[in-house]
């Protein structure tokens, strides 16, 4: 049996997709949760000095994506060929472009940096999710990115009700996009982890 | 046999499609290289038709397009041979290239002000910005060469991170003479790797490009 341990804050935040993806796959792992106080004297033994951080069998894996990636491929939740898996990829990397090009709002809006929300709101978040969203939602031409469901959909779907939870009205134009949300949450295994999962404020 | 038809779309610059470039040549597979004058995409003549994503690179495998840089590395990569020998090395390959991808906003408003899309005063956001992001990033890169007994950045053979740092430090080598300077494994590192011959034909004989 491979073990697994995920080290992360006690936050959703980068480690939430890839909590999803042990809990759709029904794989156990041990999942530490770090108080920021015990952070400084952890960071230097990570990677890049940054969490989340996957372990298995004591190796270490970091970067959000990349243990994603790796993890959908234990578990059978990728493409099914090297085209499929790109395709993946690349909705990945766009939503960390997206991700990427709301922060300054972000940032704000959560708390961690001053400014003027409203304004941040209409010039950065908007046409950022205006631009984003619909490319995105050209790339999920049936059910899911691919024919089935995977990693990058766990992700995808996470990513965009973290935003939800924050921003209620994020998906308005996206009909599509809210029906696909709903559609991966409601898988059982997804859903019974959604009903139990800690609170956290992100 | 029928080969696969590679098509590499990007603008006349290294930049974000360099990689891809690098990892045909490393692999002698053939590909159209096809650059795209600035006026032809932003005055929207999209020879490609659409584009996944509204950007370049794209890359078409047989009629199958896929964008973003990094995936697109990464599936040539794989295919080639250059990713990775295990799942596990794969995966460490990869959270170097997303490191890579983090460290990369704090030195593209130099790149930006070459281009002509900022307007940076380049010497003294070298000095002030790039030189404390790059020496955090090499930091990282050199803990991983360290341990590593090959002397690339993770298992026996090169991968596309290895090309990734190395096209960075070249470049920058361009415009800081002393960029790597106090960082000895790194310059030894792109010794090594610009030492391949399959890739030190491809630098001498590829286009000059400002970047």
Known sequence: ?202 | LRMTKYKLYYFNLRARAEVARQLFALAGEPFEDIRIEFDDWFTNIKPLGETPFDALPVLDVDGTKIAQSVTIARFLARQFGFAGKSFYEQAVVDSIADQYTDFFPHVRPYIRTLLGFDNQDLDSFLIEKVRPARDEFFGHMVKFLQRSESGFLVGQTVTYADLLLAEHVSTFKQFDPHYVRDWPEIQEHWAKVRAIPNLSRWVLDRPETVY
Do not use: C
Not at chain 1, 106 to 125: H, I, P, S, Y
């Open chain 1, 1 to 202: 049996m491979v073990h697994y341990k995920l080290t992360y804050f006690d936050l959703r935040g980068r480690a939430e997709s890839i909590r999803q993806v042990f809990a759709y796959a029904g794989v156990a792992y041990e999942d530490v949760r770090i108080q920021r106080a015990h952070w400084p004297e952890l960071k230097p033994h990570t990677p890049f000095g940054q969490l989340p951080l996957l372990e298995v069998d004591g190796q270490p894996i970091a970067q959000s994506a990349a243990i994603l990636r790796f993890l959908g491929k234990q578990f059978d939740l990728t493409g099914k060929t090297p085209l499929e898996e790109a395709k993946l990829d690349m909705v990945v990397d766009q939503i960390a472009d997206f991700t990427a090009d709301i922060k300054a709002y972000m940032m704000v809006a959560l708390g961690f940096a001053e400014g003027d929300k409203e304004t941040l709101f209409k010039e950065v978040f908007i046409p950022n999710r205006d631009k984003h969203m619909a490319l995105i939602a050209k790339n999920i031409t049936g059910e899911y990115i691919l024919s089935h469901i995977t990693w990058a959909d766990i992700h995808l779907a996470n990513s965009l009700e973290a935003l939800l939870s924050k921003i209620p009205d994020v998906l308005d134009g996206h009909p599509a996009l809210k029906a696909y949300v709903h559609r991966v949450h409601a898988h059982p295994r997804l859903k019974a982890y959604l009903a139990t999962r800690p609170d956290a404020p992100f």
